[in-house]
């Protein structure tokens, strides 16, 4: 049961990080991609393999799923909070 798990989190993990390098960077941020399919792609699948990983058997997929879903929500979440945040994305005025 655990086993099946860890290897559902990997598979989240593979479908959620290769979805956000698609929608993020090979469509330049203007995607066809509908919202509500960006959300799920980009925060809650990577937040439900989170959880399915730390629940998991300790085998190299319950790491592959933690890994590969922590980077994912750190690529699509945490980064554009920061750079909004700080103010990196505004044009300088000198």
Known sequence: MKKGLS????????????????????????????????????WILPIIGLILGFIGKKKFLKYVGIYGNSLTLLITLVYPLVMSFFGMNRKMII
């Open 7 to 42: 290897i559902i989190s990997a598979i989240i993990a593979i479908i959620a990080f290769f979805g956000s390098i698609n929608i993020i960077f090979v469509t330049d941020g203007y995607s066809t991609v509908p919202k509500y399919v960006a959300i799920l792609t980009l």
